[in-house]
């Protein structure tokens, strides 16, 4: 009887020191995942800076070319009555 708990503790010792080995690997698979997955999110967060950089120029150049057409359009209307008042 005693051969045959050794035999049992044997077996599960193995086991238990697998399934440590299974644990330990698929920690240093979350491991990886992780700094891949943080570089995957750094790279996202500096594209989304520059579209957001490039709207905000894109914005700019669109205002001020709404301000110059605005000034065009205001000059051309107002030219009539200027002329007719001198």
Do not use: W, Y
């Not at 599960?12 to 891949?36: C, D, F, P």
């Not at 570089?39 to 579209?51: C, W």
């Not at 905000?56 to 200027?82: E, G, N, Q």
Request: charged letters at 35%; aromatic letters at 4%; glycine letters at 2%.
């Amino acid at each position: 009887m005693d051969a045959v708990c050794v035999q049992c503790k044997e077996l599960i010792k193995k086991e238990v020191n697998e399934r440590i080995q299974l644990v330990l690997e698929k920690g240093s698979e979350l491991k990886a995942e992780e700094i891949r997955l943080e570089e995957v999110k750094r790279e996202l967060e500096e594209s989304a800076k520059k579209v957001q950089e490039q709207n905000v120029a894109t914005s700019t150049t669109v205002k001020d070319s709404l301000r110059s057409a605005f000034r065009v359009f205001v000059f051309i209307h107002l030219l009539p009555c200027r002329l007719e008042s001198s």
